[in-house]
């Protein structure tokens, strides 16, 4: 299911999980405009079919880069 994941997509799941999925806040830390963080989180949804704005599939995706050796965790 992790296949296809940019490091920037991971990133953007464990700053989605820290800034309590709020947007603008991820864009702000990984400072990427709040378009492209968008964009890739239509990506993560594409790949994973798991959507990063629900708190409940975000969890999932975060223990995915985790157990996988995501790059900031």
Same mark, same amino acid.
């Given at each position: 299911?992790? *296949? ?6 991971? $990133? ?11 947007? $603008?806040?991820?864009?702000? *830390? !990984?400072?990427?405009?709040?378009? =492209? ?5 239509? $990506? ?16 999932? !995706?975060?223990?995915?880069?985790? *157990? =996988? ?5």
């Amino acid at each position: 299911m992790r *296949k296809g994941l940019s490091e920037i997509d991971e $990133q953007i799941i464990l700053a989605m999980y820290d800034c309590g999925m709020h947007v $603008q806040s991820v864009a702000d *830390k !990984l400072h990427y405009a709040i378009g =492209t963080i968008y964009y890739h989180i239509r $990506q993560i949804h594409r790949i994973t079919g798991l959507n990063p704005r629900g708190y409940y599939e975000l969890c999932e !995706l975060v223990e995915m880069v985790k *157990k =996988t050796g995501g790059n900031n965790g």
